[in-house]
T-cell receptor, first 114, second 111 residues
Framework: DSGVTQTPKHLITATGQRVTLRCSPR?????VYWYQQSLDQGLQFLIQ???????AKGNILERFSAQQFPDLHSELNLSSLELGDSALYFC?????????????FGPGTRLLVL | QQQVKQSPQSLIVQKGGISIINCAYE??????FPWYQQFPGKGPALLIA?????SEKKEGRFTISFNKSAKQFSLHIMDSQPGDSATYFC??????????FGTGTSLTVIP
């Protein structure tokens, strides 16, 4: 158990809908990272937040957005969902801002868009 | 554009053998090269990482070899065990904190 929690574990929704994925980092960790893992695209870095501020941006679509709240939990919002958004979404956390420190991954949220 | 190319896609090794997975990158602006291990149904976990100022790093049975001029790095798993059966991802990180992952290698260690 990494100490990172993600909810929900599974999510089934329809095209065009909007969903919110939630991540709680390990106690004391200030950085949160979001990743997408799919058969087509492999593992992709989406975005990083550090202590409430966006720190780095990867291959995140404009239909996706994220934020980190004062209690350090983070939410990833996916809107206008398409079939291709079906994937595993991982959250990870680390103590500091630099990704060269060890990141601890959560168990993931499996999203299925029908 | 794929920033890092990983091979092989799958690998089968006998118990006690050496597993070797290779990655090649394009951009010289990367400055951190980690390897991740992922078991089915779990998130990736950092296995070992190297910075470009060293050519090799060893942690237990796991070794990273890094060739800066060739822009290649590889993971060697010595004395491979069935418990090492997992998917392995290499990754590269640039100074902007952006990660790029390889496509993954599915390793099966046969008892």
């Amino acid at each position: 158990d990494s100490g990172v929690t993600q909810t929900p574990k599974h999510l089934i929704t329809a095209t065009g809908q909007r969903v919110t994925l939630r991540c709680s980092p390990r106690s004391g960790d200030l950085s949160v990272y979001w990743y997408q893992q799919s058969l087509d695209q492999g593992l992709q870095f989406l975005i990083q937040y550090y202590n409430g501020e966006e720190r780095a941006k990867g291959n995140i679509l404009e239909r996706f957005s994220a934020q980190q709240f004062p209690d350090l939990h983070s939410e990833l919002n996916l809107s206008s969902l398409e079939l291709g958004d079906s994937a595993l979404y991982f959250c990870a956390s680390s103590v500091v801002a630099t990704v060269q420190e060890t990141q601890y991954f959560g168990p993931g949220t499996r999203l299925l868009v029908l | 554009q794929q920033q890092v190319k990983q091979s092989p896609q799958s690998l089968i090794v006998q118990k006690g053998g050496i597993s070797i997975i290779n990655c090649a990158y394009e951009n010289t602006a990367f400055d951190y090269f980690p390897w991740y291990q992922q078991f089915p149904g779990k998130g990736p976990a950092l296995l070992i990482a190297i910075r470009p100022d060293v050519s090799e790093k060893k942690e237990g049975r796991f070794t990273i070899s890094f060739n800066k001029s060739a822009k290649q790095f590889s993971l060697h798993i010595m004395d491979s065990q069935p418990g090492d059966s997992a998917t392995y991802f290499c990754a590269v990180l640039n100074t902007g904190n952006q990660f790029y992952f390889g496509t993954g290698t599915s390793l099966t260690v046969i008892p």
